[in-house]
């Protein structure tokens, strides 16, 4: 399962495929996947050298998916399909 979610977000991300040669609606969706933001900001500061101002909005981008993650799993009350799991059903 890790090499068919992989390698599709390695392309996605501009590290081993340019970006450019990607079509329109990749390109936008690419960022939809953390790793392209980690991937930019850490070739930016290693490869060139960036200063860390130089990649704030990436690490913007990492702090949104990540903030989106944690309010899409609170979202996600655990038990809420199952009634045995839901407390107004303990009975005393």
């Known amino acids: 399962m890790l090499l068919f979610t992989a390698l599709p977000m390695a392309f996605l991300s501009g590290f081993s495929w340019p970006v450019e040669a990607l079509p329109g609606p990749l390109q936008a969706l690419r ?29 913007t981008v990492l702090g949104v998916l990540g903030l989106s993650a944690i309010a899409a799993l609170l979202c996600i009350r655990p038990g809420a399909q199952n009634p045995r799991h839901n407390p107004e059903n303990l009975r005393p």
């Open 31 to 59: 960022w939809l996947v953390p790793s392209t933001a980690g991937i930019q900001a850490s070739l930016r500061l290693n490869q060139m050298g960036a200063p860390v101002s130089a990649v704030v909005p990436l690490l």
